[in-house]
């Protein structure tokens, strides 16, 4: 089998890891000219967990641990008021920062390399599939932008929330994006002396959100989100999340510059950020995730949003399943039967981990100051009985946010790989 995977993210390349490891060539190509620097923490839970372990990458990823020590939130007078410390051991942790927390960009780096030099994958950077000329019984044939025309077996969208290929293969009736109210922006900060390594997590009236955390590089990074209070400002903000960097830091300037807290800091250092990012939370859901020999995995297919922490969990998860379910096919079998397990296996995981409760991400954004009143209490609160409902049981208490149970592929186990 020949594979054509768009996007080399996180579920781009874990799949190909596996797909490479059974004799299957792949050949990625992804927008970008190298890989992207830009993006924050991400999760890799339970099952993903033991997946990352399959590939013998826990070691390395836990070398990129940010070691953030917990949450702490900061009250109007900038002074942190409670404390959701990790706390040691596997199942322990109800804060905010997981057990190992991770960039996205070192983790795309970390699968990028255990991928790059085995002799079944080929990465194109800087490239896109311009076309999709058919998806057909016997093949599916792209045109590259690059100019070169091929066929291959399967062609895999996992190039993210707003994937091109999503687009050209897939009826816009099949595809819901649900837009969640919620624009944030990420960059990376110089670190000063006065910095810590907890999440410092801030609410600024109204509908204002501002982060820092640590990250294991000697910098600091910064999160700055809000959630429109009107109509009109929910457009302007719509218009920036489509238009260019220049666009969007004049907004946040604009409308985080009075703040408070460390703002003005953290508004300074944007311009010089090499990874500055910007981007509205929406979540996608699709009625069917393949039509032929073209599937859409990761973000592409399900993106949960960042407010669940669950996206990189879910695009691990995803790949080893339909890796595993590819590697049942027979020899010239249509990929048709892999691709309805694949769907069948991992649709329930997914349907439950996209839930996400009405007052998310609301919550965090607070209007007036009797509501951030209320929440400071209730964060309070729960920083001293240690139990922060909706997150607790997400986290689950056992230490695995979900119940999944992998599905055990002959063609993944572990032994004698690297
Ligand atoms: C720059 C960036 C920063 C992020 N930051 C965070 C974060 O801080 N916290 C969080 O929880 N989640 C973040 N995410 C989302 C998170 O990476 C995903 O939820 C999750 O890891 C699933 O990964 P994925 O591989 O499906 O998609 P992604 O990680 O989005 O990867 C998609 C890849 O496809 C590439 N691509 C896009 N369009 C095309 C195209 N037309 N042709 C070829 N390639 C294309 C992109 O450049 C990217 O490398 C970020 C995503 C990106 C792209
Ligand atoms: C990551 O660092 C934190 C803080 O130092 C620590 O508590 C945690 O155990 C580390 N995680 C792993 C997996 O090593
Ligand atoms: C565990 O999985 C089952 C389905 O397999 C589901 O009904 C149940 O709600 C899950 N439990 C938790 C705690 O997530």
Redesign the pocket.
């Known amino acids: 089998m020949h594979v054509l995977i768009?996007?080399?993210?996180?579920?781009?390349?874990?799949l190909a890891w596996f797909l490479a490891k059974t004799g299957t060539r792949v050949t990625l190509?992804?927008?970008?000219p190298s890989?992207?620097?830009?993006?924050?923490?991400?999760?890799i839970q339970g099952s993903a967990l033991t997946i990352i372990q399959k590939m013998g990458l826990w070691e390395q990823v836990r070398r990129f641990n940010t070691t953030e020590k917990g949450t702490k939130f900061i009250n109007p007078t900038g002074q942190p008021f409670a404390s959701f410390p990790i706390t040691e051991g596997p199942g322990k942790s109800v804060s905010l920062t997981s057990d190992c927390e991770i960039?996205?960009?070192d983790?795309?780096a970390i699968l990028h390399d255990a991928t790059k030099d085995h002799p079944n994958v080929k990465y194109l950077f800087g490239?896109?599939?311009k076309d999709v000329v058919s998806n057909g019984d016997d093949s599916v044939r792209v045109e590259l932008?690059n100019g070169a025309v091929q066929e291959f077996d399967l062609l895999v969208a996992?190039?993210?929330?707003?994937?091109?290929?999503r687009k050209q293969c897939f009826p816009p009736e099949s595809v819901k994006v649900l837009h969640k109210g919620n624009y944030?922006a990420?960059w990376t900060v110089p670190r000063l002396p006065k910095d810590n390594d907890w999440w410092n997590v801030y609410l600024a009236l109204p509908s204002r959100f501002i982060s820092i955390r640590p990250d294991p590089h000697g910098t600091i990074r910064a999160?700055f989100s809000l959630m429109p209070c009107n109509s009109g400002q929910e457009k302007i903000w719509m218009e920036a999340s489509k238009g260019d960097r220049q666009m969007q830091e004049a907004l946040l300037r604009r409308e985080f510059g009075n703040a408070g807290w460390q703002a003005k800091r953290l508004l300074n250092a944007m311009d010089q950020a090499p990874?500055f990012?910007f981007?509205e939370i929406a979540q996608v859901k699709m009625s069917k995730w393949f039509s032929s020999r073209v599937v859409c995995?990761?973000?592409?297919?399900y993106?949960?949003?960042?407010l669940t922490?669950?996206?990189?969990t879910?695009?691990?998860i995803?790949a080893y399943v339909l890796a595993g379910e590819l590697s049942k096919l027979g020899d010239g079998e249509h990929p048709s039967r892999a691709l309805e397990g694949y769907e069948s296996v991992f649709r329930p995981l997914v349907d439950e981990m996209q839930q996400i409760p009405f007052f998310f991400p609301a919550i965090a954004h607070p209007e007036t100051a009797w509501k951030r009143w209320l929440i400071q209490a209730l964060v309070w609160a729960f920083s001293k009985v240690l139990a922060f409902p909706w997150l607790a049981t997400k986290l689950g208490n056992e230490g695995n946010r979900e119940n999944f149970s992998l599905p055990e592929y002959s063609s993944s186990d572990s032994k004698g790989t690297k």
Request: proline letters at 6%; charged letters at 15%; aromatic letters at 4%.
């Open positions: 768009s996007g080399a993210g996180i579920a781009g390349p874990t190509v992804e927008k970008s890989l992207l620097p830009n993006g924050q923490n991400v999760d960039l996205r960009a983790l795309a490239t896109t599939i932008s996992a190039d993210g929330q707003w994937s091109k290929v944030v990420y999160l990874d990012y981007h995995l990761g973000d592409a297919a993106a949960p949003t960042p922490g669950m996206g990189t879910l695009a691990i995803g």
